[in-house]
Nanobody
């Protein structure tokens, strides 16, 4: 069974930074676009950022543009989400995902999620 394993969540103050990491299997990482979704209590799931398997193109939700950066290290089969200037509304469970169809708001694989909490 393919696995995506996230790490790096936690508690941060408004204006602070966190970096999420997600390790994937070689088969997934070499072929799939990688991304991060988040879901806050009572809200719909939201695609935050996504990056092509080649790393040549990335998508960001408008609410995180200029604050979050997605990147991938193909040598380590790891994708990162650097989150800066964080806001209380960034509080959510963040899920690492893999999708065959870059640009899609659906995914083929998902990690177990990591909690991110931003205190005001």
């Amino acid at each position: 069974q393919e696995q995506l394993v996230e790490s790096g969540g936690g508690l941060v103050q408004t204006g602070g930074s966190l970096r999420l990491s997600c390790a994937a299997s070689d088969r997934i990482f070499r072929s799939y676009a990688m991304g991060w979704f988040r879901q806050a209590p009572g809200k719909e799931r939201e695609l935050v950022a996504q990056i092509k398997w080649s790393g040549g193109s990335a998508y960001y939700a408008d609410v995180v543009k200029g604050r979050f950066t997605i990147s991938r290290d193909n040598a380590k089969n790891t994708v990162y989400l650097q989150m800066n200037m964080m806001k209380p509304e960034d509080t959510a469970i963040y899920y690492c995902t893999a999708t065959w169809d870059y640009g899609s708001h659906k995914y083929d694989y998902r990690g177990q999620g990591t909690q991110v909490t931003v205190s005001s």
